[in-house]
């Protein structure tokens, strides 16, 4: 969905609500996380995409003039992909390193997230 809202960007169709989309996705998924909240994947999958959309609009959006389109996408999209690895071997390694505390750790992850969110929200606002 990434790909998705980035092509409509690129091609500058408007999608309304983005920024307040980039936030409340922060403030969603950070609560999710923190309230360690189980759902069935293809649930999750649809939440996770249906931000996904907002956040790759605002990256196409944002090209620069003489980018190409091509280039940039991919671009957006494996460093999307690069910083979503290192935050799961980030969690991952937190894990190890403290077996005992990791739940409140990623709780703690989670509240931090929601509380960065309200502030994009406020931000816009």
Not at 36 to 64: C, D, K, R
């Amino acid at each position: 969905m990434m790909a998705v809202g980035g092509a409509l960007g690129i091609s500058g169709v408007d999608l309304p609500f983005v920024e307040l989309g980039i936030a409340m996705s922060v403030i969603v998924l950070g609560t999710l996380v923190a309230l360690q909240t189980s759902m069935p994947t293809s649930i999750a999958m649809g939440v996770v995409g249906f931000f996904a959309l907002f956040h790759g609009h605002a990256h196409g959006a944002e090209m620069p003039v003489d980018a190409g389109a091509l280039n940039y996408a991919a671009g957006f999209m494996l460093a999307t992909a690069l910083l979503h690895g290192v935050g799961i071997a980030l969690g991952l390694g937190l894990a190890r390193l403290a077996a005992g505390y990791s739940r409140q750790i990623i709780q703690i992850g989670g509240g931090a997230m929601t509380f960065a969110g309200l502030g994009i929200l406020t931000g816009y606002l």
